[in-house]
């Protein structure tokens, strides 16, 4: 038996190579090795005002992106959460189960509502609690995140853990993955920034779907330092986020690297490092084209993705209500 993995991304903002490169890429690896799920979390999504339409057509995008970098519906599951009501459901179930005290000590709601102050909704604070139904809606053993995420899995293993202990064996208790190899991608406008999906710093990150002139100019136009030395060194933001975006393209190794731009200015760094993105990301924007080209095929992908893993939902849900002695 193939151990159980779920991972889910948000269909909010562009995704973009910090994703590829950190997450993306990670999961379609694993899809032959693992018995993988990945979930576009449209209802973690509106826990934050979005503008219908748009999520609409964002919820496809990703998912459509996520196929197009090489995650085969035919192998792993690629479905949308809102498709699969056990979710909502079990959610519910989870929050009375959930001390208020393991919730206030999330730290990235604390961060998220900062910014949106009084306009915080309820769900923005209950989102843990939809992450763990997520994965433990599925048997899941392990959860590959970036670190941000850590907090989350492990609300999700406490949870699992209580329950347990008050009905029996009822979830398996799921475990966070943080890859330690996946590079950490920085905002080309800004290096001491991670690269992130935001709408108002339109230099900081490449989207997949960006034209090969987008991805040119904003690679020619990222902030580096005065110095001319060509080398791997955190000190050096810049200069090191673009040296590692090139090594985590062309998976060479860094003394190569190094060798390679020897003596040479930051234009040539830049010029070759554009063509090399440029042309990594064309076979995912051809594989997309293609997908999108009938509207109607990404649909029938996302409901087979659904069919295919709703029984083990139902089945997860069913019991927690015998448990519970509801209905
Ligand atoms: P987010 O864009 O924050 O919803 O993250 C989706 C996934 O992409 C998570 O697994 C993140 O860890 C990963 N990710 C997001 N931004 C970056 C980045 N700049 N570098 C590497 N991985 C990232
Ligand atoms: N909260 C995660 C993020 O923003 C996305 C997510 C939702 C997720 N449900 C999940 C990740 C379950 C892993 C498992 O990145």
Redesign the pocket.
Known sequence: MKKRVFSG??PTGDLHI??Y???IQHWVKIQHEYDCIYCVVDLHAITIPQDPKTLKAKIREVAGLLIASGIDPQIASVFVQSHVHEHSELTWILNCYIPMGWMRRMTQFKEKSQKQREEVSTALFDYPALMAADILLYNTDEVP??E?QKQHVELARDVAQRFNSIYGETFTVPRAVIAKT????MGLDDPTQ????SEEQPGRAINLLDSPDDIRNKIMRATTDSLREMRFDESRPGINNLLVIYEQFTRQAREEIEARFEGKGYVDLKRELAEVVVESLSPVQSRYRELTADPQHIDILLAEGAKKVRPTAEKTLALVKERVGLG
């Not at 996946?182 to 991608?185: K, Y």
């Not at 991670?194 to 999906?197: A, F, G």
């Open positions: 991304i948000q910090g994703n490169l950190g997450a995140v970036g941000d996946g590079a950490r991608i991670k690269m992130s999906k």
